[in-house]
């Protein structure tokens, strides 16, 4: 029988056996983790911002080149701007000394002509949209309509014709016509079948069939 499972009373006693009186001298093992790191510090080496660095360089002067660069930037971006809205002059613009007074007026004629043209077919053409749309929507209510009407169609001559029911036949017979079992190969085939009394249950044992055969079996 093992006693792996059985403790045992040296190991419990801990320093107090032999060779156990200097607990430091139990074990020479030890984990890599328990070794001494990070002892020394570590410094900012050159280019990371050092504390000489860092006195001689000049703040402001940092600060107001970064402020000027922005500002000359922003002053380029509005400068595109201008030339852009510069090359396409508005109508306004124009001065009115050079128009002639008999042409700006025949101008003016005919915007205001052209403009009550352009109005008039813009009207037209919305009004014959409206009606195309409403026509659109009419026919396709009416296919709506009528595939519905043909599908509950279809749907009830399924139900008529799938009822026996509703078929309006004088008679209908349910009966099983044929059994499964007619037309087999081996039917009835059992010999010497007699045809066996029903057994009765008699709560009696001196009446009981058991007790009966019982009888006839190892008395008679």
């Known amino acids: ?24 001298a139990l074990s020479k093992q030890y984990s890599s983790r328990d070794l001494p790191g990070h ?24 600060l107001d080149d970064r402020e000027r660069a922005v500002r000359d930037k922003r002053s380029d971006r509005s400068g595109n701007r201008d030339s852009s809205s510069a090359k396409r002059p508005r109508v306004e613009q124009i001065p009115v000394a ?22 008039d077919d813009a009207a037209e053409l919305m009004a014959e949209l ?14 709506e309509m009528e595939k519905k009407q043909e599908e509950e169609r279809i749907r009830t001559e399924n139900i008529l014709s799938g ?8 008679k209908t017979d349910f009966k099983v016509k044929k059994r499964w079992d007619d037309d087999v190969v081996f039917k009835n085939c059992a010999k010497g079948e007699e045809d066996k009394p029903e057994k009765r249950f008699i709560n009696d044992t001196l009446r009981s069939e058991f007790h009966k055969r019982f009888l006839v079996k190892y008395i008679k």
């Open 1 to 24: 029988m093992t006693t792996a499972a059985r403790p045992t009373f040296d190991p419990a006693r801990g320093g107090r056996g032999k060779g156990e009186g200097d607990l430091s």
């Open 39 to 62: 002892t020394k510090l570590k410094y900012r080496q050159s280019g990371q911002d050092t504390s000489e660095e860092v006195g001689r360089r000049d703040f402001r002067k940092d």
């Open 98 to 119: 050079n128009l002639d007074a008999d042409e700006a007026a025949e101008d003016q004629d005919e915007d205001d002509y052209s403009s009550d043209d352009s109005d």
């Open 130 to 143: 409206n009606r195309i749309k409403k026509e659109r929507a009419r026919e396709l209510a009416a296919k």
């Open 163 to 170: 009822n026996p029911l509703m078929q309006g036949q004088a």
